[in-house]
């Protein structure tokens, strides 16, 4: 008889497949403008977040999703 | 439900976690080198660790996959979880700042939220562990 695929190996495939599909999407960013100090509403992806308005230490709060209030540079 | 079963099930999400995450690690690998490059304890050694981590969570996931490895696969994976709490609270509690260094989606959780989720996935791991041993010693009665 035919061995049956075991569930971890199903699970495998999948996250292979979940690798490969880019999760880095572009979405609505409220950046505290570096040179004014005032926010700017910028439409990015993380990255490009990060490497362009937050480089360096996170132990600062920079930027953070409008409408999900999940900072990426921030020390707790 | 036969132990063997449960077992399997505890570790494909495991399995699926480690292979997720080694791989979005080696498909950005650069940024994830220089992220642990500003780790304030092992930026010396983020050139080793960066190639260690994703190859180590990929033969965990293989060991997790084949039937008579998985117990050692399961071990394994509770101590690199384990090791990456460690870290997530060495971290939280003594480092000045936080470099992300975390694959794919888990790159956009918070510190806290990443050390609840390594937590889970550590007693996840600890569970199969408890299991599979369990039904090895009554096997062993039997």
Known sequence: ?76 | MKKDRIVELVSAPLVFLFSYTALSKLLDFNKFKYQLSQSPFIANSSGYIAWLIPFGEILISILLIRKRTRFAGLYFSFFLMLLFSGYLFIMLKYSSYLPCSCGGVLSSMSWKQHLVFNLVFTGLSLSGILIQNRNQTKNRII
């Not at chain 1, 008889?1 to 979405?27: E, N, Y």
Request: hydrophobic share 40%.
């Open chain 1, 1 to 76: 008889m035919k061995k049956p695929i075991s569930i971890a190996a199903i699970a495998a495939l999948l996250a292979v497949g979940t690798a490969f599909t880019r999760t880095d999407q572009v979405q609505n960013w409220n950046v505290d403008h570096p040179q004014k100090g005032t926010p700017a509403i910028v439409w990015l992806s993380a990255d490009q977040v990060k490497n362009l308005y937050c480089p360096g230490v996170n132990n600062v709060e920079c930027a953070y999703l409008i409408g999900t209030p999940s900072t990426i540079i921030k020390k707790p």
